[in-house]
């Protein structure tokens, strides 16, 4: 008997051992292949299963003992983990990176959003950056039903993106996307803006149509939108054309273009602001805030005319009145004849 009780404690005492062994190998000691003090990021695409999570942490080398997190994630029985990125840091035990791809919780990602000239360039730049791929945004900017339902039409979708540094979880969904992105909209669009807005008599998409204009007119020196903003509202409340050449080469689909020729001025599109006046249809980029807030805060000024400096500096030659922008204008157009910039 006194042999068996002696056993009995034996057994208890290597059961003990073992479990505190375990213990610490599971919630106590550090699994995670990195250097002290760094990090590093994992992606876990949708659908992914618990194999292929295990494979994929297998081939990455993410963990000292891959095993050991095998048999822990078998005996606490976890079936799915969440999709993600995910960031691994340095000193993770066997259970904090399990609770962390089970709980789904993952680290959001910086995206910058910058301008871009159509909806199709802000779907790639978006599907290079999420696990979204740029068909599937591409065919939700594009859709005239689904914009409707945010308040815009397929023309102007894609500017409820307003570019701009943005906290977005890499499996985000569309829906989940689009609905983000209209919660910043309407935070951008405050009663200050919008009031702005009333005062230069436009409404916010108006606002935007402008700014692309301005954005495209001036995309180097963000200093000089507030006059070409003031110019172009002194033209539209006057009832003058816009008379842009950015919204002529929009309209002609060639983006490769330098210069607008006197027979492009004839072309019959809605964005030939020669043609038509007041605002095209829809904008011809998505501005960023810079040039969205030059339009809401104009330069007070008379100037009806500018055309590029004939230095090639990026800036405008401004001007009141059609004698002295000839004479600017003629200044450009000898400097782009002696560069040799016919188109």
């Known amino acids: 008997m ?8 034996l057994l208890g005492i290597v059961i003990v051992l073992l479990f505190s062994y375990l213990y610490y190998v599971w919630y106590v000691d550090e699994i995670v292949n990195i250097p002290e003090g760094e990090k590093i990021e994992l992606y876990i695409p949708s659908n992914t299963t618990l194999l292929e999570f295990f494979n994929l942490l297998d081939e990455k080398e993410v963990l000292l003992n891959i095993d050991n997190f095998e048999i822990f ?6 079936k799915k983990i969440q999709a993600g990125r995910y960031i691994l840091k340095s000193g993770m035990s ?14 959001p990602l910086k995206v910058a959003i910058t301008p871009s000239r159509l909806p199709q360039d802000l779907a790639l730049k978006l599907s290079n950056k999420l696990e979204l791929d740029s068909i599937t945004i591409i065919n939700a900017l594009l859709s005239d039903s689904l914009a409707s339902v945010y308040g815009f039409s397929k023309l102007d979708f894609y500017t409820l993106f307003i570019p701009d540094s943005y906290e977005i979880y890499w499996n985000i969904s569309m829906e989940k996307l689009l609905n983000k992105m209209k919660v910043e909209y309407d935070k951008f669009w405050n009663e200050d803006r ?10 916010p998409k108006e606002v935007v149509v402008l700014a692309s204009i301005v954005y495209t007119e001036q995309s180097q020196f ?15 409340r006057i009832g003058m ?10 309209g002609l689909g060639d983006f490769s273009r330098n210069r607008v020729l006197n027979k492009d001025k004839n072309v019959d599109s809605p964005y030939n602001t020669y043609k038509y006046t007041g605002l095209p249809p829809g904008p011809i980029y ?3 805030k810079k040039s969205i807030e030059a339009v809401l805060n104009p330069e007070d000024n008379t100037y009806l005319y500018m055309c590029a400096k004939s230095d090639f500096s990026g800036y405008h030659a401004f001007a009141e ?5 000839n004479i600017n204008a003629r200044q450009y157009q000898r400097a782009l004849n002696k560069a040799r910039i016919y188109r």
Do not use: W
């Open 73 to 78: 994630a078998v005996l606490k029985r976890i």
């Open 94 to 107: 066997c259970n904090e990176v399990a609770k962390m791809f089970v709980s789904g919780l993952q680290t």
């Open 321 to 325: 009145n059609l004698s002295q922008h």
């Open 2 to 9: 006194n042999r068996l009780f002696r056993l009995l404690g």
């Open 194 to 203: 919008l009031n702005k807005a009333n005062n230069i008599g436009l409404n």
């Open 222 to 236: 963000s200093d000089e939108r507030p006059r070409i903003a003031g110019l172009y509202l002194n033209r539209l």
């Open 286 to 288: 998505s501005p960023d």
């Open 241 to 250: 054309a816009l008379q842009s050449d950015p919204t002529l080469i929009f």
